[in-house]
């Protein structure tokens, strides 16, 4: 088994930023063959994937509001996910998730078997 949990949520001015961290445990040693993600539920919406990174950390994927703004990085020594996003802005109020793939690469959700508990962004205007 694999725990996930994140931290660095908060309530932030727009314009402002923050860093989201999610620390792996229990069978870790293995977590640098898998990609991890980031995904995203705001109030009555669906949860989206925000942002993901392969496994070493070569390829980046984000959704398109996103780019230039946020940057999804990897530390796999300290099994550490990071997600830094700056110039927040209200849109991007929800709740964050970190997940783990069950394979090196992968845009579906379905493909995620390990879930953190979630840390809440709240972008204020």
């Known amino acids: 088994q694999v725990q996930l949990v994140e931290s660095g949520g908060g309530v932030v001015q727009a314009g402002g930023s923050l860093r989201l961290s999610c620390v792996a445990s229990g069978r870790t040693f293995s977590n640098s063959m898998y990609a991890m993600a980031w995904f995203r539920q705001a109030p009555g919406k669906e949860r989206e994937i925000a942002a993901v990174?392969?496994?070493?950390?070569?390829?980046?994927y984000y959704k398109d509001p996103l780019k230039g703004r946020f940057t999804i990085s990897r530390d796999d020594a300290k099994n550490t996910v990071s997600l830094q996003m700056d110039s927040l802005k209200p849109e991007d109020t929800a709740v964050y998730y970190c997940?783990?793939?069950?394979?090196?690469?992968?845009?579906?959700?379905?493909?995620?078997?390990?879930w953190g508990q979630g840390t809440q962004v709240t972008v204020s205007s």
């Open positions: 990174i392969s496994w070493r950390g070569g390829t980046t």
């Open positions: 997940a783990r793939c069950s394979t090196y690469w992968s845009l579906d959700p379905s493909s995620y078997d390990y």
